[in-house]
């Protein structure tokens, strides 16, 4: 799957194989995936598989947005959207995520100052301190 996904645009996020032979692969792009893109990587799978494609179930899809990133691409995709990050205390922490490196990220948040004011404050983060991220869906 690696070598079929290199060089494109596509980035895998996870793939899982459950004990009833069903094999989820969540894959992506900077700009989202389409249906298509989801069918050609199927396509793939059933032509490496062979004959033994038959005995699997095999389901590609995008990640969901209520899923936390697996990757650090979803990082960089998401960049400049509100996240929710838990660190690995369990502190929650919402904000607009932002400079993205291979190390961690940057999290620009409003707290409250004396009164009712908010100012706002940039926390950083080791990806090795963080427990989830999650882009912040508001209905």
């Not at 060089?7 to 996870?14: A, M, N």
């Not at 990082?75 to 929710?84: P, W």
């Amino acid at each position: 799957m690696r070598e079929f996904i290199k060089g494109t645009r596509y980035f895998l996020v996870g793939v899982r194989l459950s004990s009833t032979g069903k094999i989820t692969v969540l894959a992506d792009t900077m700009e989202g995936i389409t249906i298509d893109e989801c069918v050609e990587i199927h396509r793939h799978l059933e032509k490496v598989l062979g004959q033994e494609a038959g005995d699997y179930e095999i389901q590609v899809s995008s990640p969901g947005l209520d899923m936390p990133f697996g990757v650090i691409e979803q990082y960089f995709k998401n960049e400049g959207k509100t996240v929710v990050v838990t660190d690995n205390e369990g502190q929650k922490y919402n904000g607009v995520l932002k400079n993205v490196t291979k190390g961690g990220f940057e999290l620009e948040t409003e707290v409250k100052t004396s009164g009712k004011k908010k100012e706002k404050k940039d926390l950083s983060f080791n990806f090795d301190q963080v427990k989830s991220t999650k882009v912040h869906i508001k209905i």
